[in-house]
């Protein structure tokens, strides 16, 4: 093992092509194409392990992992008001987005663990799908109050049926049923494929990344501080929830990844929709600008790192 | 050519719109309407159509006036303030006036 | 800016018509089109861009009145019962008036 | 074996992802991407294997096939007539979708006999591409006679150069050329994928599906029972037919499965130009909203037991 | 509903030129532009759209007429001889004018 | 091995389908995303083997190739103006298409040999970038002289920004930094689909190819000719170029069929801004609709045949 990922190289190339300003580009058909293919695959492979846990053994770990999801942006909220003056809506929505998750470092960690071949609780994908909602819920909350004339219905509409949950829980789902065995068929394009198609969607995400360093340089320093320090915050309630659940040391790893990391997919869309007038410059730019390729050039080591610690302290 | 006078009604805006902008425009009494996809600049930036967050319609209604101005003061008032959004209006001659 | 006076005629139709009507165009006097992918709604539905059978384009000629005509007259007495389909004229200013 | 497939678990997602209105949809490019892939996937295959034939010993039962695909738009076109009391070119139209054939069937249905290691006359692909058109021609006669001033040349032209055909037949003749060994390398994406790709592919398919319901409920009862009655009947047909031309039971079960089918690709655009009276919303309704998803969910495993059934009656 | 009086700068032309316009088009004063992806036809020949160097774009500008007067000399100028490209104005009505 | 490599007969495919004026095309962002794997694959591939490598040894090569594609577009300038009667921007504009190379008869190229197991210096994709530009600052100069107003800061970042560059040497980097073990887990995308991705492809270039007939028709003899006889040379010098460079058979094959080769992607696009009074129409008929297909289909075999001939006379 040389130390250096390539799939991480594919997000450097995309930023360092994007910050020279190339022509390279993906088009939006072959992002939704990798994204879907993504998606499904962590849900398949989640789903093919779950099937060989019992549910009921796994509700404890799911009901703490859900209350998490909900107090990091209680957390969140009062920092982003306070120390970064933002406007209600703004705060709540970029809350919003560090309570949910990002799909992309999550395959990123898992890449890394696989690599090393580090053990992890297979059945993760389930914490992640988990995760990606709770936030929206008190973001909107904590935007409009309890009285709000939010249009529930809709939203759960949105949100529930937005394509990012559908192909994960759907991959869940038929994960689950199917079982690993009869996923194998299926494994050529899901599983095979998986690191190439991750690296091509890293390739476009530095593109994206890239295209935030100018509302960056005018949103000044606090967005850039809040999307380092606030990932570690998560990382460490994160890895140390994975401790007090018992998780090994991989796993616990990837909750600090998932409680380190911010949604640019599910949240932006349901934000858009619940919160217009939060100005998604400000969340797009802290959580792809900042906070992602932190989590992918710096963050993932050290939360490895963390959560040895952790573990050393606890056990 | 005896063609009848329309309004040709065209707004560019979010991709993440459509679907309530596709319900909005029925309800408001448009019988159709023809959307594609963009990219685009505007006082919001770039809008580069690499991805979802980042992409823009355009969407283009056949109506005669009143329906046009009834889309045009609802969009305003739901939708201006907080998303990137320009709609612009064109004189359009049409042949089966019954459609629109 | 002296812009000559031109018609643009705006067809938007099923996708299965494309080659044809770019043959029929061109056999009508056009001399250029512009074809552009879509998705609508109108009396016959939802085509929704998914698959063939269910998209639309949008094909834009600018050309002189009389070929609009013509080109109008064709288009309704071939295809207007059986497809979807609508058509508009909008008023353009040319700068290269030979062209077109 | 679990006995449920994933690949249908996929199409099941779509379809419910679709009535529930959700905003998942694989972009245009991507349908026709995947449909390229699976469409030279299966003529390569089936290519490969003639290879190995001769033709002349093929040439009855190539025969007895382009036959069946004559004869059973006329046994369906009355009753759509009489019993469903359609308009001729609408009954024309349908008749001709339900003598020729659905890919996507025909592949799901390959996919099911792999899993369970079943073997079949793997230059099946061959009967595919024969069946495909004739119930075309079929079709125009009867909406227009034989005098008819159809356009025959023009017609010809948009059949048999219609992008599924050229691909079919291009793969075919390809694998023929090449033949199995040279083929593998190209095989890591044709064949290495191919379940996956159909995965997605079905997904696609069950969200059109389920675009389709609302013309369901307008349609009324006898599209549904035509959709579900007429595949039986072609399926004993096939079965039938497989039996006599001495095809293993799952030869016979391919052959049910293709004269059960209908087709939404190459008949629909066909018929789109050639007979433009007939509505398409009539045909597409039954092919993809009924037949596809009856022959998917319930029809396969169906015409296997029709055709070991077959077999022992004749055998 | 008082809409203001505003021009519908329309140019069709070579999808290599994407970058160089939008530079060209935020230099001369426009305040936006939409951008779509097309095919056609034209004086030379078909533009197909299936890979890099036969695609067209689609550009749309929404500006005041002595901005449209200016966008159309500076293309007449430099572009015209050159590449593949027609353009046409259209008369619209905009309710933000400001923002045009 | 039948002799027929199918990825060549899906060229074929495409060509007559395109000529036949089939309604087969594959959409534009999947044309895209194909080119985008093969580039980056390419990349990769000679990236790893780099690693290997120590620069230093290679320098003379580099050198030398560069000096090649500065030398090629300046014979075949003068040919064009005086036996082709070209203006002097087209010439210009030709001589470097064909100075430059093309990556799809390249991967043939590659396809062929390795389907022979024929042995080749594998970091060979690094001459390949190094002969993308030379030929283009040499066409600028032959029309513009060097007194020229070109704006070069502007062109160099167009050439060296541009996306095929990009992947290129995006490839070539993150292979060499990450080495071929780190590589694996990518290479079920990147190296196991590669030659289906390939025949896909293929399969659009000769759609594309079939294009270009019309205007060859129109432009005459001269640009069959030089399409044809400018490669011949082109090979000959590449070989010959080897062979003092101590490259292996397959490697002295390689170079020849790079210098026999003329760009279509990056240089088109290149001339298009830098010499837009060059007809681009002339340029892309003579690479697309002459060389590109007279390489594939007849050249491949002939330069490894030639490849042969100079090393028995040199050796
Ligand atoms: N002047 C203009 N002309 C044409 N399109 C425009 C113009 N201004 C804005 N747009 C389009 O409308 C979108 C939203 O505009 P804005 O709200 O100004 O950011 C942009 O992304 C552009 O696609
Ligand atoms: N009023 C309208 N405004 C804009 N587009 C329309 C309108 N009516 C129909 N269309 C478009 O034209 C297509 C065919 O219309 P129809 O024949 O009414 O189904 C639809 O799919 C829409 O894309
Ligand atoms: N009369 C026309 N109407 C609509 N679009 C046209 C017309 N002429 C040309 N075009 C478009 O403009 C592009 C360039 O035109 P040209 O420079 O004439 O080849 C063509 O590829 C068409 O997309
Ligand atoms: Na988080
Ligand atoms: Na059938
Ligand atoms: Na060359």
Redesign the interface.
């Known amino acids: ?2 130390g ?4 991480v ?2 997000f450097l ?1 995309g930023l360092v ?1 994007g910050l ?14 990798l994204s ?2 993504l998606l499904l695959a962590i849900g ?1 492979k989640g789903g093919a392990e779950l099937a060989k846990q019992s549910l009921g053994d796994l509700l404890p770990q799911m009901l703490a992992v859900i209350l998490m999801g909900l107090l990091l942006p209680l957390v969140a909220y009062p920092l982003l008001r306070r120390l970064g003056r933002l406007r209600r809506a703004d705060a709540a929505s970029i809350a919003a987005h560090y309570g949910s998750v990002s799909v992309g470092t999550y395959a990123v960690a898992v ?1 890394w663990l ?2 090393r071949e580090i053990p992890y609780e297979e059945y993760m994908p389930l914490m992640l799908v988990l995760l990606e909602m709770p936030a929206i819920v008190v973001g909107i909350l904590l935007a409009r109050g309890v009285s709000a004339d939010t249009k529930w219905k809709e939203l759960g ?2 949100v529930f ?3 990012s949950i ?2 994960l829980v ?1 991959g869940l ?3 689950w ?3 690993p ?3 194998e ?6 599983f ?6 991750l ?2 969607f890293l390739l ?1 995400m530095g ?2 990344a890239a ?1 935030q360093v ?2 960056l340089r005018r949103h000044g320093l606090f967005l850039v501080a809040f999307g380092i320090l606030f990932p570690l915050f998560g990382a460490l309630v994160g890895g140390g929830l994975g401790l007090l659940l018992g998780f090994s040391t991989g796993g616990m790893m990837l909750l600090a990844v998932l409680a380190a990391s911010a949604s ?2 599910a949240v ?2 349901a934000m ?2 619940a919160l ?2 939060a100005n ?2 400000l969340s ?1 730019t802290a959580s792809l600008g900042v906070t992602f390729p932190f989590n992918i050039l710096v963050g993932i080591p050290l939360y490895y790192g963390l959560a040895e610690q952790l573990r050393q302290l606890g056990g | 050519m005896q063609a009848d006078d329309r309004k040709l009604v065209t707004i560019i805006t979010e991709a993440a719109l459509e679907r309530r902008l596709a319900e909005d425009l029925k309800r408001l009494g448009a019988h159709g309407y023809t959307i594609s996809d963009a990219r685009g600049e505007g006082s919001r930036g770039v809008r580069s159509a690499g991805w979802d967050a980042s992409s823009n319609i355009r969407v283009e209604v056949v109506c005669d006036a009143a329906i046009a101005a009834k889309i045009s003061a609802h969009l305003r008032q739901h939708y201006y303030d907080h998303y990137a959004m320009i709609l612009f209006f064109t004189d359009v001659g049409v042949l089966r006036p019954e459609k629109f």
């Open positions: 093992m040389s250096i990922d390539p799939i190289l594919f190339l092509a020279g300003r190339s022509d390279l580009r993906l088009p939006g058909s072959i992002y939704e194409f879907v293919i398949l890449a696989v690599a509409h949105e049926l937005g394509k559908v192909l759907g789902l038929i994960g049923v199917a079982g065995e009869a996923l068929p299926v494994g050529g394009l899901f095979g494929l998986f690191h190439g198609v690296a091509l476009e593109l994206v295209g100018g509302s640019y997919i932006p869309a858009r929709l217009p007038e998604p410059t797009l």
